[in-house]
């Protein structure tokens, strides 16, 4: 069973940060390529980051040069760093396994960003 949990969410001000983190399990963690996507209200869910078992990362225009995707195979989980948040960053986060396809119906309960004074 594919299981992942997101966390790490909250409020913050215009340009804060905030660092989530996704811990996965029911798969071969270190193989999978891992996305965090995001979902504003009356929007479509869009990926934000990606980043492969080999660890190569690939960003959403929109979020390059201030979000950076890792993970840790040890503990199986993946992370996201925010930085420069916008307030057109809220959004409800989740991540996904991308590779292999099998695993990417499979979705957390996403984690709540809200960026506002």
């Known amino acids: 069973q594919v299981r992942l949990v997101e966390s790490g969410g909250g409020l913050v001000q215009p340009g804060g940060s905030l660092r989530l983190s996704c811990a996965a399990s029911?798969?071969?963690?270190?193989?999978?390529?891992m996305a965090w996507f995001r979902q504003a209200p009356g929007s479509q869910r869009e990926s934000v980051a990606i980043?492969?078992?080999?660890?190569?990362?690939s960003y959403a225009d929109s979020v390059k040069g201030r979000f950076t995707i890792s993970r840790d195979n040890a503990v199986n989980t993946v992370y996201l760093q925010m930085g420069s948040l916008k307030p057109e960053d809220t959004a409800v986060y989740y991540c996904n396994v991308l590779e292999p396809r099998r695993y990417s119906q499979y979705w957390g309960q996403g984690t709540q960003v809200t960026v506002s004074s």
């Open positions: 980043i492969t078992g080999g660890g190569a990362t």
């Open positions: 029911g798969t071969d963690f270190k193989f999978n390529t």
